[in-house]
Each structure stands twice: as structure tokens, then as C-alpha cells.
């Protein structure tokens, strides 16, 4: 693996890829759905942290978005295999993929 030499804020990232921030933070919450290392904890003091990517995880995160936007049913299966959180993956449901 290359040497990480940068990293995007996770808001930063959903600003790029026109995606909704909740949406990315529920996917990266658990570190397993991207390779490890892709995923960054940036700690800005004792009890404060922001979660960052690197490039090649802002790359394997849009790839996994992308296929899972092919078909309403692929996003449906996406979204129960990567947001825990009920009311969130009902919202994101609601929505049509793009």
C-alpha cells in the first residue's frame, strides 16, 4: 500500500461526491465496510475526533455507491447491509436513486 500522504474530512468528501453527509458517516461508522486504512479517526483534542478518508477510500466508497444506485432493489439491500440505524436507512429508502 502506497504511503497516505493526505486525507478528506468526511464532509469535504460528501461535498464532492453530492452525497448526504449522515449517509456517509452511517457507512464508515463501522470501519470493516472500507479496507483497512482507508478510514481515518483525526483526533482534535482528548475526547474529539473527525473521521477522514483516504484517497483510495473516497474511490472505493464512491465505486460502492455507485453500484448500489444501479437498481432500487440493490440500493434497498445496500442500505440494510450498511445503515444501522432504522429511521435513517427508511429516509435514504424514500429517495430514488441516482
Known sequence: ???V???STLDYVATMLGEDLELLEAIVANHDNLTYGNIISV???PDQAITALTDHGID???DMLSDAR???RAWHDFLADFVDDPELAARFK???PR
Open 94 to 96: 424514500a429517495q430514488a
Open 60 to 62: 472505493e466508497l464512491s
Open 5 to 7: 500522504t493526505s486525507v
Open 1 to 3: 500500500m502506497a504511503t
Open 70 to 72: 444501479l437498481t432500487t
Open 43 to 45: 483526533y482534535t483534542g
